[in-house]
């Protein structure tokens, strides 16, 4: 059973491309579910950002107010790398334990580690190939401003907390270009699947 790493910028596509692979069978551990699992509120991870950020990055509920702490770390890269710090190892903890249970229950061509920073996170060895979904910036930025109802500059500043597509095309083994429309990306994602 092959371990896919996908990957990609905010607003690539690479949550589309994830829902293929679930379609064409491959199983789907979603890094940002596995985020928000350990961030619950009771949690160490909590308890460390709680710490770390203060009481008011939390809702009224106890819970962490994500879009506030996003904001924050977003616009400020120190705030982002103290957050990696306390997040990734455990994130990467229940990755791997889902990796292995996956395996051993078997079924599956593939697993799909669908995580927005598998680079950044030094987790591409925990990977048998790295999949990248690009797309061009202008599409990126107009769909982010869509999508989360960002000004332009909002837009950019997520954007540019992210590390370069072009650095990114370095680690991928393979490459998926999403700034075409849905049909153009299905036909390289089934490709890909029967290459496996």
Known sequence: ??????????????????????????????????????????????????????????????????????ELVFANPEALKKLNSITHPAIQHQVLSEIDRLKSRG????????????????????????????????????????RNGLTRQQALNRINSQMDQDIKRRYADRIIDNSHGLEHTRKQVEQLWAEL
């Open 1 to 70: 059973m092959k371990v896919i790493g996908l990957t990609g910028g905010i607003a690539c596509g690479k949550s589309t491309v994830s829902k293929m692979l679930a379609d064409l069978g491959a199983a789907v551990i979603d890094a940002d579910m596995v985020a928000r699992e350990v961030m619950k509120k009771g949690t160490p991870v909590w308890q460390r950002i709680k710490e770390t950020f203060g009481d008011q990055y939390l809702l009224p509920d106890g819970e962490i107010d994500r879009k506030k702490l996003g």
């Open 107 to 146: 079924g599956y061509k593939a697993v799909v580690v669908d995580a927005a920073l598998l680079i950044e996170a030094g987790w591409c060895d925990m990977v048998d190939e790295v999949w990248l979904v690009v797309a061009d910036r202008e599409t990126q930025i107009e769909r982010l401003m869509k």
